[in-house]
């Protein structure tokens, strides 16, 4: 748990971004486009397709900074970055990013404040 010790918003912005970067290397990117042409706007779909890819490619990058590479790391990561985003915009802008590679937007009717 020494990696902890270390981990601050600069640590945190700086995976977000070797995150970010990974997902980006051609052969994820390829990756990932497949995935998302054979989900389409499915939701499901993209649960089953895209997230398991991303997630993968998360556990690859928090491992190298130290985080146990699995799910547990994964949840552990996760909430840390999410209470940190509260006082960090950069931090809530890059786990954005993140998400809405497996997030599609979802339109919503803002004035009987529904999801359609």
């Not at 960090?88 to 009987?112: C, F, G, H, K, V």
């Amino acid at each position: 748990m020494s990696y902890l010790a270390s981990f601050n918003n600069e640590s945190a912005k700086q995976i977000l971004m070797d995150i970010i970067r990974t997902v980006n290397q051609p052969d994820n990117s390829k990756k990932l486009s497949e995935a998302k042409a054979s989900a389409g706007k499915e939701m499901i779909l993209m649960m089953q397709h895209v997230f398991p890819l991303v997630m993968q490619l998360q556990l690859e990058v928090i491992k190298l900074h130290g985080f146990p590479g699995n799910r547990e790391g994964l949840v552990q990561f996760s909430q840390l970055i999410r209470e940190m985003e509260r006082d960090d915009m950069e931090i809530a802008r890059l786990r954005s990013q993140i998400r809405a590679i497996y997030l599609p937007p979802i339109a919503i009717n803002t004035t009987n404040d529904i999801l359609i």
